[in-house]
């Protein structure tokens, strides 16, 4: 069975697509094969035993690798029949405001926050995706990195940059709930109330590629994002590497 034997690092982080399991493997596969039109909606997917023989596996890997992927909606099983891929993906509501735990929390997944790095004190890039005040270049930047899980499944690399304005300690508590919003209101009252963001479609280079688990070159959406708080003059701004083969991003309005 091919896979990728590429190692990605990035910060503390390291990620070799040959270290994983091998049903991950063999769903990683199949999911690009139907993604890629190999299986399109409705097709029948070979069986157990044609996969087990193809991929050199046995039918106890085949059917892990099939169960995540009926999980996941790429598939459903019809007694008699089979495996059957299915429609579109389920959709998320990662366009909103909200954060991500609090989003994808009030669904029946899953989710895991990975730090890349340790919260970190820094200056801003000459090059900073959104203008910045003489306050906010003098004061610099506190930068958070972090790869978004949903059911174990990489679904957003997320760098966010927060001013180094009156946040005392804030690199050296740990997030509460493992919340970026929840710790800012619970322990400096800022809240979020809006944001304006940039959507774009761009294709993933090897290192976003290798931490999303997707292949290089794949289409990934790149989201520039600025919250605004209750703080007066106080911004929250994200870039944001978002994997769309497991799931759609969408909005919510509630």
Not at 56 to 73: M, Y
Not at 148 to 175: A, G
Request: glycine residues 6%; hydrophobic residues 35%.
């Amino acid at each position: 069975m091919y896979i990728q034997d590429k190692k990605y690092t990035f910060g503390s982080y390291s990620y070799k697509m040959s270290d994983l399991p091998q049903y991950k493997k063999l769903q990683h596969l199949i999911k690009k094969q139907i993604l890629s039109g190999v299986y399109k909606e409705g097709d029948l997917l070979p069986s157990e035993n044609e996969l087990s023989t193809i991929h050199e596996l046995n039918r106890a890997t085949v059917r892990q690798a099939l169960s995540e992927l009926v999980k996941d909606g790429y598939i459903y099983k019809h007694k008699g029949k089979g495996s059957i891929v299915s429609s579109r993906r389920q959709t998320l509501g990662l366009l909103s405001f909200k954060g991500f735990s609090e989003v994808v929390g009030q669904t029946t997944h899953a989710i895991k926050n990975k730090e890349l790095k340790k919260p970190y004190l820094t200056k801003w890039d000459d090059q900073f995706f959104y203008e910045l005040t003489d306050i906010e270049k003098a004061a610099g930047c506190i930068c958070l990195e972090r790869l978004r899980m949903v059911d174990e499944d990489p679904v957003m690399l997320e760098f966010t940059y927060i001013p180094n304005l009156n946040l005392p300690r804030f690199v050296s508590k740990p997030l509460i709930n493992n919340s970026l919003f929840d710790t800012l209101l619970n322990n400096y009252q800022i809240e979020v109330i809006n944001l304006e963001q940039d959507i774009r479609a761009i294709a993933a280079d090897e290192e976003i590629a290798g931490l999303l688990q997707t292949e290089e070159e794949s289409p990934i959406l790149h989201i520039f994002r600025r919250y605004r708080t209750n703080r007066d003059g106080l911004f929250i701004y994200s870039s944001l590497y978002c994997n769309t083969e497991q799931y759609s991003i969408g909005s919510i309005f509630n």
